[in-house]
């Protein structure tokens, strides 16, 4: 079982900043490609950011292409996602999630927290 708690969501104004962490509680965290997710509401939910178990290969969706950047600490067991120049349309809840590096589908997920930009 792999347990994921996010923390540093909360209220920025349009082109602010924030930075997103997520802990894992796993013996192997190396063993596990990460992401990040986000759903606003009425929309569904979305994959914004995933990085590869080593670190080495990364993944944006085009709306936060040269915006967000994904980095894992697999010593700390973490994986952050930095946000800059935030939009109201990047108000969403962020969700966590691990996703063992042979499988098709991300098995574990945090609880989620909310980011929301003003404009």
């Known amino acids: 079982q792999v347990q994921l708690v996010e923390s540093g969501g909360g209220l920025v104004q349009a082109g602010g900043s924030l930075r997103l962490s997520c802990a894992a509680s796993?013996?192997?965290?190396?063993?596990?490609?990460m992401g990040w997710f986000r759903q606003a509401p009425g929309k569904e939910r979305e994959r914004v950011a995933s990085?590869?178990?080593?670190?080495?290969?990364?993944y944006y969706a085009d709306s936060v292409k040269g915006r967000f950047t994904i980095s894992r600490d697999n010593a700390k067991n973490t994986v952050s996602l930095q946000m800059n120049s935030l939009k109201p349309e990047d108000t969403a809840v962020y969700y966590c999630?691990?996703?063992?590096?042979?499988?098709?589908?991300?098995?574990?997920w945090g609880q989620g927290t909310q980011v929301t930009v003003s404009s």
């Open positions: 999630a691990a996703r063992v590096v042979s499988g098709d589908e991300y098995d574990y």
């Open positions: 796993v013996l192997t965290f190396s063993s596990y490609a």
């Open positions: 990085i590869n178990w080593s670190g080495s290969s990364t």
